[in-house]
T-cell receptor, first 110, second 115 residues
Framework: QKEVEQNSGPLSVPEGAIASLNCTYSDRGSQSFFWYRQYSGKSPELIMS????GDKEDGRFTAQLNKASQYVSLLIRDSQPSDSATYLCAVNDYGQNFVFGPGTRLSVLP | GAVVSQHPSRVICKSGTSVKIECRSL??????MFWYRQFPKQSLMLMATSNEGSKATYEQGVEKDKFLINHASLTLSTLTVTSAHPEDSSFYIC???????????FGQGTRLTVV
């Protein structure tokens, strides 16, 4: 059974701080990794995708992937109250469905 | 980015009735669509994978006779919740896949309440 694990949180950080979200996955065959943000009552929206080991930066967001450790993380710099949401980690292997983690609730305190 | 439209966004129905939810890919052809269910404060749980022109593949524990999926074209998949019960009340979300290594594009979701 393919599994994706995340701390459920809530993770609380003060405004302006760095929020660090972590995710581990069980299937070594996983090739594609995604971070989605989901506001309450809304569908998930893509924040970052990463396919190779290392860091990928996009604005205030940095995704980090370590396939040897089966670990992927998302860093949010200069956190804003509007970043408060549930962050879902998802993995995919070629041609298969996405497997989502349980999500981490992030709360950015003004 | 690609657009997936899901309709309706909210529906309230009586126990025992059926509800149909539509999922359309508006600007691309989706060979595969996925249907998820999300209960409050829980993650998305895949219900079934829908491939155009063939029968859907259901996840373990999902009743295929209760959750009817039809993927009649490359841009439309429907989920029909038959003989709905209050425990079917949930947030149903579809997503469409453009191909390998691309992200899933989600519809807006449908909040189903069975009374």
């Amino acid at each position: 059974q393919k599994e994706v694990e995340q701390n459920s949180g809530p993770l609380s950080v003060p405004e302006g701080a760095i929020a660090s979200l972590n995710c581990t996955y069980s299937d070594r065959g996983s090739q594609s990794f995604f971070w989605y943000r989901q506001y309450s009552g809304k569908s998930p929206e893509l924040i970052m995708s990463i396919y190779s080991n290392g860091d990928k930066e996009d604005g205030r967001f940095t995704a980090q992937l370590n396939k040897a450790s089966q670990y992927v993380s998302l860093l949010i710099r200069d956190s804003q109250p509007s970043d408060s949401a549930t962050y879902l980690c998802a993995v995919n292997d070629y041609g298969q469905n996405f497997v989502f983690g349980p999500g981490t609730r992030l709360s950015v305190l003004p | 980015g690609a657009v997936v439209s899901q309709h309706p966004s909210r529906v309230i129905c009586k126990s025992g009735t059926s509800v149909k939810i539509e999922c359309r890919s508006l600007d691309f052809q989706a060979t595969t669509m996925f249907w998820y269910r999300q209960f409050p404060k829980q993650s998305l749980m895949l219900m079934a994978t829908s491939n155009e022109g063939s029968k859907a593949t259901y996840e373990q524990g999902v009743e295929k006779d209760k959750f009817l999926i039809n993927h009649a074209s490359l841009t439309l998949s429907t989920l029909t919740v038959t003989s709905a019960h209050p425990e079917d009340s949930s947030f149903y979300i579809c997503s469409a896949d453009r191909g390998r290594e691309t992200e899933a594009f989600f519809g807006q979701g449908t909040r189903l309440t069975v009374v």
